[in-house]
C-alpha cells in the first residue's frame, strides 16, 4: 500500500513558476513509476509527465519545455517544477504511482493550481 500526498498547488500569475510535491509512504518507492496527472474544469484527467523508477522522463506536448518532472527517492518524494505557466494550466494536478507499464494504482488527493492572466 503506498499512500501519496501532493503539496504546493496556489495561486500564480501567467508566466510564473510553481513547484508541486508528491510524499509517498512505503519502503518500495523506487521501484514504481511516478507521474502527474491533471483535471481541469468540466475535462477529463489528462496525462502530464512521468518519471521511472530508473530516471528517465516523458511529457505531454503541452508541458514540454515548461515543466519538469524529478524524484528524491530518498526522501520517497517526486517533484514537479512548472514554470512560464499559463492560465490553461489551471487545474488540480494529482501524483500517481504506478509499474512499468503505466498501469497507475495509487493515487493522491490532488492539488490546486489557478493561474491568472
Known amino acids: 500500500q503506498v499512500q501519496l500526498v501532493e503539496s504546493g498547488g496556489g495561486l500564480v500569475q501567467a508566466g510564473g513558476s510553481l513547484r508541486l510535491s508528491c510524499a509517498a509512504s512505503?519502503?518500495?518507492?523506487?521501484?514504481?513509476?511516478m507521474a502527474w496527472f491533471r483535471r481541469a474544469p468540466g475535462k477529463e484527467r489528462d496525462f502530464v509527465a512521468r518519471?521511472?523508477?530508473?530516471?528517465?522522463?516523458y511529457y505531454a506536448d503541452s508541458v514540454k519545455g515548461r515543466f519538469t518532472i524529478s524524484r528524491d527517492n530518498a526522501k520517497n518524494t517526486v517533484y514537479l517544477q512548472m514554470n512560464t505557466l499559463k492560465p490553461e494550466d489551471t487545474a488540480v494536478y494529482y501524483c500517481?504511482?504506478?509499474?512499468?507499464?503505466?498501469?497507475?494504482?495509487?493515487w493522491g488527493q490532488g492539488t490546486q493550481v489557478t493561474v491568472s492572466s
Open positions: 518519471i521511472w523508477s530508473g530516471g528517465s522522463t
Open positions: 512505503g519502503r518500495t518507492f523506487s521501484s514504481y513509476a
Open positions: 500517481a504511482a504506478g509499474d512499468t507499464f503505466g498501469n497507475y494504482v495509487y
